[in-house]
């Protein structure tokens, strides 16, 4: 009888008396103690609700049954395929709605209502890589955020693969403990593209200066990266860079150079395909027939093995323990050592890694100076 009156009232009440009393309805229907007839007719009330033109109304009812998980589940699944205001209410919180239909709403929907679903308090894994997919640069980003999304290595690759050219996603992305080391360093890249895509930048520089500098830069971050990640990380990392086109000559001389002796080794590894120990072996003595057989097998230019024989014999001799004077003396040595390079001087590999060399020992010569007290130096 009650909800008969109701169905008369709505008919003629005003818009923010009916959105009041509608909310009323269904925290009734949730939490009284209603007959089975008069809980069916108060749903059937609210079913007709869903075609009010006003939108207080529906967003009155969605804010009632949003959270609840006895509240019906046709009514919550029209209210998530309404307008925006609407929908967003339930798709943040409903434990009603199946991913299947989240999915759904996703993929046909607005952005509004891809971050909603992205905002959920919790996202199983499948929704994630979903809604990585299909949603918007908002969505990834929120469910990038979203601690209670179960965020694969695989979906966080797609995020970067999507968005990695986004500061604010690249920023979320490497603020979270499970990214993957290779994910990192594809981030590394972007960064590097997007400085040498600014306007000043090459407007300064010529195409080839450019790319040697964005070379460089993303081979020196990335070996700055690898220095605080485990076996099995630096293991992925070589994968990656082998995949991406990344293990270069340059690369390697650059781990050398820095004393990163774990991304040579797995490098090594990952090209080679010989087991550790084996590799961990040749690279103990760092010369003679074994080791040019391991350098030949992992497909590095025979011109430059002399250069990786001189370079690993130096810091194995040196005491290098990180400090800014390190690389300075390390490329120091190796100029000093160029003639034994022998006919390999003349190859433009070879030119390569010299000329990298000699960048290093000037960028830490400098470095050294400024670490040094000058004044005490002298006055002794």
């Known amino acids: 009888m009650i909800i008969e009156r109701f169905l008369d009232w709505v008919e003629t009440a005003p818009a ?62 029209t209210l998530a395929y309404d307008q925006a205001d609407v929908a967003e209410i339930v798709l943040r919180a409903s434990p009603v709605l199946f991913d299947e239909d989240l999915i759904d709403i996703a993929a046909t929907s607005s952005g509004r209502a891809q971050v909603a679903i992205a905002s959920r308090p919790w996202i199983a894994a499948p929704l994630c890589a979903a809604l990585v997919e299909i949603g918007s640069r908002d969505c990834c980003l929120t ?11 695989t979906v966080l690759r797609r995020v970067a693969q999507r968005f990695g050219d ?6 979320v992305l490497c603020s979270r403990h499970d ?17 040498g895509g600014l306007g000043l930048v090459k407007a300064t520089l010529s195409g080839d200066r450019l790319a040697t500098i964005m070379r460089e830069a993303c081979d020196k971050a990335t070996v700055s990266l690898s220095t605080s990640f485990t076996e099995t990380d630096m293991a992925a990392l070589a994968a990656h860079l082998r995949t991406s086109g990344q293990l270069t000559p340059s690369l390697l001389l650059r781990a050398l150079c ?23 072996t040749i690279l103990a003595e760092s010369r003679g027939k074994p080791f040019f057989a391991l350098l030949q097998r992992a497909g590095l230019p025979r011109s430059t093995w002399q250069a990786f024989s001189t370079g690993l014999e130096i810091l194995q001799k040196m005491d290098f323990d990180g400090s800014s004077g390190d690389i300075y003396r390390f490329s120091r040595q190796m ?40 004044r005490m130096q002298l006055a002794a």
């Open 16 to 77: 923010e008396r009916k959105a009041e009393a509608i909310g009323l309805l269904a925290r009734a229907w949730l939490y009284s103690d209603l007959t089975p007839g008069e809980a069916d007719a108060a749903e059937a009330a609210m079913t007709l609700m869903l075609d009010d033109p006003c939108i207080r109304v529906r967003k009155s009812l969605a804010d009632a049954l949003c959270r609840d998980p006895r509240s019906p589940n046709l009514i919550i699944l």
């Open 258 to 280: 820095t004393g990163n002796i774990r991304l040579f080794e797995q490098a090594l590894i990952t090209l080679s395909g010989l087991p550790a120990k084996r590799v961990f």
């Open 143 to 153: 469910v990038c955020e979203n601690l209670g999304a179960e965020m694969t290595g």
């Open 179 to 195: 990214c993957p080391i290779d994910v990192r360093q594809t981030l590394v890249g972007k960064v590097s593209e997007a400085i």
């Open 335 to 374: 100029l000093q050592r160029m003639p034994e390079f022998g006919p390999a001087l003349s190859d433009p590999e070879v030119g390569k890694l010299l000329a990298l060399l000699r960048r290093f020992a000037a960028e830490n010569a400098r470095e050294a100076v400024h670490g040094m007290d000058l």
């Open 166 to 171: 986004d500061s604010e996603i690249r920023h």
